[in-house]
């Protein structure tokens, strides 16, 4: 499975972006959800939203609930990371990755995911 993420950029405090994550490859019999993960430098890669590939239910951080939305468009074999009223503690190198929904792994956690796009940089300056 291979991730390619764009949409990054920088952007003020307030604006919005639109991240998008394709998808190509993997086996047809597998259900692949999508995470967006981000890394601020000097911290952990934390869990920002994550999106089922059967259900398309969803999950969000905290710090993120409300401003931003993940949808997919399976037909297109793309993720979407719409993100509104951005703050500068967004700011981060943002990572899309896939795990095998039927896996069991804490959708938050990137131990579990098995495939990782190679990142896209989003900077909100104050």
């Known amino acids: 499975l291979q991730l390619v993420e764009s949409g990054g950029g920088l952007v003020e405090s307030g604006g919005s972006l639109r991240l998008s994550c394709a998808v190509s490859?993997?086996?047809?019999?597998?259900?692949?959800?999508i995470g967006w993960f981000r890394q601020a430098p000097g911290k952990e890669r934390e869990g920002v939203a994550c999106?089922?590939?059967?259900?398309?239910?969803?999950n969000y951080a905290d710090s993120v609930k409300g401003r931003f939305t993940i949808s997919r468009d399976n037909s297109k074999n793309e993720v979407y990371l719409q993100m509104n009223s951005l703050k500068p503690e967004d700011t981060g190198v943002y990572y899309c990755?896939?795990?095998?929904?039927?896996?069991?792994?804490?959708?938050?956690?990137?131990?579990?995911?098995?495939?990782w796009g190679q990142g896209t940089q989003v900077t909100v300056t104050s």
């Open positions: 990755a896939a795990v095998d929904e039927d896996s069991g792994a804490v959708w938050y956690l990137m131990y579990g995911y098995d495939y």
């Open positions: 999106i089922s590939d059967s259900s398309h239910a969803s």
């Open positions: 490859g993997g086996a047809s019999d597998r259900s692949w959800a």
